[in-house]
């Protein structure tokens, strides 16, 4: 280099010749690396694409549980929890005077239920963490909690349609019956034709309810829906008219009270063999649902495992139908 240029580099014609023909051959070349003077591979656009969110977006899905609320809870410390239940009695007409006292015979009869455990998990390898801009194990942790939430909604519509136990051990199995069901086909004039969910049909579940004096005062009554039995129902005009309906469903494209029923909507509602939608209408005090113990997470890591970390959330639980009165199953034809 010496022999070529004397003096320093930027003034050597020679080093700037060089610097000519790289910036003349840079401008024909997208792959041009000025930094080391050589070409860099077409397949450098693969690295800039795998560039992600620090955020991660969880898949839509149910986010916990939604009828919770909606049913009475006590807690639950043995394998089986009893619910003792009075019926009612009717006054007597006193007779003459110093007459003797009639004693009524209080109906007394009891509920059962039992809890099971369930869980979801998942592991976390502390390489996979490594190869990844974010961190998800917070989101996996909600995942894992919002799948026992939806558990809850599942073990509550199952008690309210399913098998209860009563008797003083709990070994009587009580099914529930057709008279608390309104037929797919029910119309409250002219021929039987199936139907979603209608207007005459929620009329004939809140007779049903208030026939059997099955709503205690205050207690509004929920309609657990899904969202064809929903759409059923916006297509209605006392629904969506402000004339019929001051809640003025068609603002939010949702129905959250009418007729005196509060509406829940979720996905999870059951089918029947026939793929009708079970629509349940029931009050609060229609189901005891029983919590040994409610829904926990953790993160730790496990030694077995190389110490990757394992994402547990737990819950143990159960409930039971307490009056076959006090719940109504609505039919609904979802292609309707």
Known sequence: MSSLCEGSLSDCPVFGVAILELIEDSRHQTNFNFKTGYKMSNQVTTAFAQQYSANVDLIFQQEGSRLRSYVTEDPMGAEYKYFDRVGAVNAKLKGSRHGDVQYSDTPQSRRRVSFEDFYSADMIDKEDKLRMIIDPTSEYVTTAVYALGRQMDEIILDAALGTAYTGKTGSTSVSFPASQQIAVNFVESGGATDSN??????????????????????????????????????????????????????????????????????ELVRKDASGNSRVVVMPKSAIKMAVASDISAKVDPIPHKFHNFQILAEMSAGAVRMYEEKVVEIKCDPTK
């Not at 579940?205 to 969202?227: F, H």
């Not at 969506?240 to 068609?250: E, G, M, P, Q, Y």
């Open 197 to 266: 969910l209608t207007i005459g049909k929620l009329r004939q579940a809140i007779l049903k309810l208030r026939q059997a004096e099955a709503i205690k005062d205050g207690e509004t009554p929920v309609c657990i829906i899904n969202a064809a039995a929903e759409n059923s129902l916006l297509r209605t005009t006392e629904v969506t008219s402000a004339d019929f309906n001051t809640v003025k469903a068609l603002v939010n494209g949702e129905i959250n009270t009418f007729m005196g029923l509060e509406f829940c909507r979720t």
